[in-house]
């Protein structure tokens, strides 16, 4: 499971979605969890906020 985290990350890296607040260092290493939960609250609130414009 380490390895995919590690490639995941890679990829985000790569994709330009860096320098967000929970993306922060954690230990010489990025927390995979703490970036898919604040990722998962964010496209909730985009959901939420569509759905509130109509």
């Given at each position: 499971?380490?390895?995919?985290?590690?490639?995941?990350?890679?990829?985000?890296?790569k994709e330009g979605r860096t320098g967000l607040p929970w993306k922060d260092k954690l230990n010489g290493s990025y927390d995979p969890y703490k970036i898919w939960v604040s990722e998962m609250m964010l496209k909730a609130d985009k959901t939420f906020c569509s759905f509130a414009q109509v």
């Open positions: 499971m380490k390895k995919f985290a590690d490639r995941l990350i890679q990829w985000g890296i």
